[in-house]
């Protein structure tokens, strides 16, 4: 299966702005729901002077910002904490990893049903691309239902491929469909391309029908 370039520790500390609001359990304060596990190594450092103010959202709306900044993307180049604030609302908290000497941008937002998403962005580095993806994540149960939270996924991969990306399935060992790429030259000749990969899944999985957005991003 496609990875997109959200690491584990990054969905982990997820929790943290979902549950413990945007100053990310600085202040001196106890947890909403104290069972939550936090972050193992490697640890993380947050910046102090992280943005406020970021709109409440439903998965329906962030993926169709989302949608927006990659049907308008014309190289990597453009994937900057300036252009999502711009197109989508929300601004973007650094985090760093010591351990791996790697950073990234993230913010997360609790949507219901235990359902969360991660808007999160990876810098350009020695062993990654400068990369972007939304996942949406149920710690207690990543297989359940989407109902209320699903982004129709055919719709969403039809939208790039009108915008310009030429797509291809990618199935499983037993022919079972796992994500579907889509690819996009960039346009200034930097050779900069985009390989976006959605990861789909049922509305309710297990059953035949529907099938919603779990994560879209680019790939390394």
């Known amino acids: 299966m496609d990875e ?3 690491r584990p520790t990054s969905a982990a500390l997820l929790s943290l702005f979902v549950f413990c609001g945007s100053a990310l359990c600085a202040c001196a304060h106890t947890p909403a729901n104290p069972t939550l596990p936090l972050p193992k190594e490697p640890r993380a450092m947050t910046t102090p002077e992280a943005p406020m103010g970021n709109p409440t959202l439903s998965a329906v709306e962030i993926g169709e910002r989302f949608l927006k900044l990659l049907e308008e993307l014309q190289s990597r180049k453009d994937l900057t904490i300036e252009r999502i604030r711009e197109v989508t609302g929300v601004s973007l908290r650094r985090v760093s990893f010591p351990s791996e000497n790697i950073e990234s941008y993230i913010h ?5 049903n235990g359902w969360s998403y991660s808007l999160e962005l990876i810098p350009e580095s020695r062993s990654l ?3 972007i993806s939304l996942s949406f994540i149920n710690e207690s149960d990543e297989y359940s239902s989407l109902e209320g939270n699903c982004i129709d996924f055919e719709k969403y991969k039809n939208s790039l491929i009108n915008a310009g990306f030429t797509d291809s399935p990618a199935y499983g060992e037993i022919g079972q469909l796992q994500s579907w790429r889509l690819t996009k030259f960039a346009q200034d000749g930097s050779g900069d391309d985009m390989v976006i990969s959605i990861v789909p899944q049922n509305e309710t999985p297990g059953s035949p029908g529907r099938l919603c957005v779990k994560s879209v991003g680019t790939l390394n």
């Open 129 to 131: 691309k400068q990369g």
């Open 4 to 6: 997109l370039l959200m």
């Open 108 to 112: 997360g937002q609790a949507l219901g």
